[in-house]
């Protein structure tokens, strides 16, 4: 089975702090998503890798940088972290291969991040 | 970009009862997967249907590719199926990014 692991199911920060976010998978993805929910807007892609060191911006990239040092681990980074980034944030993977059925996701178990 | 949209958005049924939920989306895709999630929040993937029927002991999906919908079919549901379910659908310019639905909210009552 595919496992993903995220770092904390519940996080509190203070505004202004730096914030990580890490995602490990255990199937040898390429590709990894980092995603936002939010009550009444579903699920928001925030930023994606396909590659080790690679990335690509989603739909609410602001505010949210990321790291893809090794092929099974993908962080999440909160400069500097405000009241509005409080959320949800659901970290999945996938394969990359030339057919589409590989392209199926693979989520996480979430992060609650409540910042004050 | 492509547009999904599920219905309905809450449904509240007795155990036991069978549903049906729906997305409809604007464009052709060529991923769609449905997703069950948990009151823990957890995303639990129930089908991977970019056409086609599948089935999985009391749950079914139908997507018609063509006329740009999907169907999840829930019979004799129990409480342990309460949760949002969600729809997910790749855009057919062969992105792996998906475009989320805003979701079922579905409430079984025991």
């Known amino acids: 089975d595919v496992k993903v692991t995220q770092s904390s199911r519940y996080l509190v920060k203070r505004t202004g702090e730096k914030v990580f976010l890490e995602c490990v998978q255990d199937?040898?993805?390429?590709?990894m998503f980092w995603y936002r929910q939010d009550p009444g807007l579903g699920l928001r892609l925030i930023y994606f890798?396909?590659?080790?060191?690679?990335?690509e911006k989603g739909d609410i990239p602001e505010g949210y940088s990321v790291s893809r040092e090794k092929k099974e681990r993908f962080s999440l980074i909160l400069e500097s972290a405000s009241t509005n980034q409080t959320s949800m944030y659901l970290c999945?993977?996938?394969?990359?291969?030339?057919?589409?059925?590989?392209?199926?996701?693979?989520f996480g178990p979430g992060t609650r991040l409540t910042v004050t | 970009g492509i547009q999904v949209e599920q219905s309905p958005p809450d449904l509240i049924l007795q155990e036991g009862a069978n549903s049906t939920l729906r997305c409809n989306f604007s464009?052709?895709?060529?991923?769609l997967q449905w997703f069950h999630q948990n009151p823990w929040g957890q995303l639990i993937n129930l089908f991977y249907?970019?056409?086609g029927t599948k089935q999985n002991g009391r749950l079914s999906a139908t997507t018609v590719a063509t006329e740009r919908y999907s169907l999840l079919y829930i019979s004799s549901s129990q409480t342990t199926d309460s949760g949002v379910y969600f729809c997910?659908?790749?855009?057919?310019?062969?992105?792996?990014?998906?475009?989320f639905g805003t979701g079922t909210r579905l409430k079984v009552l025991a």
């Open positions: 249907i970019p056409s």
């Open positions: 464009d052709s895709v060529n991923n």
């Open positions: 890798s396909y590659d080790v060191k690679m990335k």
């Open positions: 999945a993977s996938s394969l990359n291969r030339p057919n589409p059925e590989y392209y199926e996701q693979y």
């Open positions: 199937m040898d993805h390429e590709n």
């Open positions: 997910a659908v790749g855009e057919a310019s062969g992105t792996y990014k998906y475009i």
